[in-house]
């Protein structure tokens, strides 16, 4: 029993005096990283700090040598930018990495970092392993033996769960272990003196900029004290504007200040600002210091800065808005004028356009009564003084309104393409730089002959419209040229007559129209602008023009496709000189089988009837389903598919090549009433294909369809 006491007390005293060594180690360490910590807070800077934990980090470890390397966010990699050690051991460390140890940059993958973060420290038994086989065996082995390093610490450095860099001592076998709680403490320490640093340094920038744009502001900026109302700053640009210098600013009471005087620094006013913390003046009229008035616009809040509260003011100068927006407001106030006179001439076009259908009615049929009808039969002068009479009353609504309009116009003999030249500048401007303008002259025009102002305002009112219905950037097209109507074409198209005519069309890749607003387009104060934005006048304005001066206008668009306004406009033959009807060409037609896919009802009716009378077998669909359908159900041969481009389910080039598979030997004949070049800009056809511009005539559509069939 005597025996077993006594080695109990020995391993109580031998314990007694481990506890006494590990508190003594312990205690020695915490000094070390006490006086560590000072040194990080006396860094100057960055670079400064940077160099004093690699060189405390070997203090702490008593290494031979230890490297800090900051870790990259966006590169994931680890830099060495501090390197603390001997003279003799730097110059072997050199030897072997040369000038590059400070351009080694350690790829750290995401298992990699989480590992790091997880471990935090980590003692490899080489460079190898420290680097995750970044480093060869080989310069591990010589660098661990040029130094005389047995072993290795590594100390992942973070900062709230985010790696920021590490630590790594090289120490010689003989060296005691560095307890796990100095290293850990170590590693806070050296965290947040980095984060603090690198915060500084953020927001020392921060202050760089903010001052940058204080001082390059194109608006005033006035700073307050708060609490007392007296100017603490004033940028350069509100010392311009007002025309004083700082000094005569800085220190005063804003209400003392005769600028401000009795209007937005009152006392009251002031104290409305503290007790809110927000003023906003839209339209503060003031005085710069030689007595000139300018408006501004004055809006101020209420911030802290060093924990001690300011007032910025931000003051804009609106001078020249308010001008312009007087102009501006003189403008509308013609313009509604000159609205408000055209209203009037749009109730008269509404009526007149509404009897006009009528007539045309009226006028289409008898027409064709008239050639059915023997010219020697007595119901021949009967139908005959029809037509002369809605002839005689289509004159009179003619005169209706242009008696509503109560205008004089001076109708001039005039190339479209010279006037349309002359305003491509203005036409940009109006548009916007982010529209393209593209401009596409038709080559040997015809004349027209119609007031050069009217011209004008149809280029002008269609730009616009273009432009309203482009969201951010797009194109607008402007394209001529010259096309003939025949009467087989005008017995189907109501306000077209047969003739020749100079075309102006304008085109845009803008957000199109369903065909609800297509039937409203040209109403008078019709707009699907929202209030305030237009009055619906521009369209109904452009469409009495082109009715007045004997001309007519299509439209062609889709929701998402963009649109197209065509207008024909009579060609003009000159005094003394009569329009002579050219002979009628030879149509061809043909016998073959053609599939025609039109979605619009009566268009579709109009064509089949067109080439049924040309001879051809038509095969009718009004939808790409639909005619897929009856391709398959169709028993015989289909020579020809003629087809819209822009049509629900599919576009046409898509519905041709599904019909190819069905027919290989298959052709086709694209029609749109967009221009061609809209077309291929939204890659729906490729040059080279056959294609036909809506409107057409029947000879038109001969050469056409015969022209694709014939093809090779």
Partial sequence: MKNSSMTKHKQIKVALQESEQNYHLLATYYKRLNDISITFTEASSTEELFTRISDSFRFLTDAIAATFSVYDQETRTLKVVSLSTDPIS??????????????????VSATDREQMLRQGIKRPKDLCELSFDAIPQEISDAVMDAIGCRQIIALAISYTEQLVGACVAYLPGNQPLVPDDALKTYKYLAGLSINRRWAEAALQDSEKRYRRLFESAKDGILILDAFTGKVVDVNPFLLHLLGYSFDELYGQHIWDLGIFKDIAASKDAFQ????????????????????HPIAVEFVSNVYIVDHSKVIQCNIRDISERKQANKDKSKLQDQLFQAQKMESIARLAGGVAHDFNNMLGVILGHTEMAMEQVDPSLALYANIKEIHNAASRSADLTRQLLAFARRQTVSPKVLDINETVQGMLKMLQRLIGEN??????????????????????????????????????????????????FDEAYCIHNMGSVPGEYALLSVSDNGTGMSREILGKLFEPFFTTKEVGKGTGLGLATVYGIVKQNNGFINVYSEPDQGTTFRIYLPRYIGKGEQATAKKQEQVIGGYETVLLVEDEAALLALCKRMLEQLGYQVLCAGTPGEAIRVAEEHRGKIHLLM???????????????????????????FMSGYTADVIVHQGVLDEGVHFIQKPFSVKNLADKVRAALDQK
């Fill in 90 to 107: 730097s110059a072997k460390i050199s030897s072997i990495f040369g000038p590059h140890l400070f351009e080694m940059r350690m790829p």
């Fill in 643 to 669: 087809t819209d481009v822009v049509m629900p389910e599919m576009n046409g080039r898509d519905l041709a090549n599904k019909l190819l598979s069905l027919y290989p030997d298959l052709k086709c004949l």
């Fill in 435 to 484: 529209i393209q303008l593209v401009w596409l002259p038709g080559i040997n025009l015809w004349q027209v002959k119609i007031d050069p102002s009217q011209l004008d305002q149809i280029l002008a009112n269609l730009c616009v419209n273009a432009r309203d219905a482009i969201a951010d950037v797009g194109k607008v097209t402007i394209e001529t040229g010259n096309i003939t």
């Fill in 272 to 291: 409305a600002l503290q007790d809110n913390e927000y003023i906003r003046y839209d339209d503060l009229p003031l005085e710069t210091r030689d007595g």
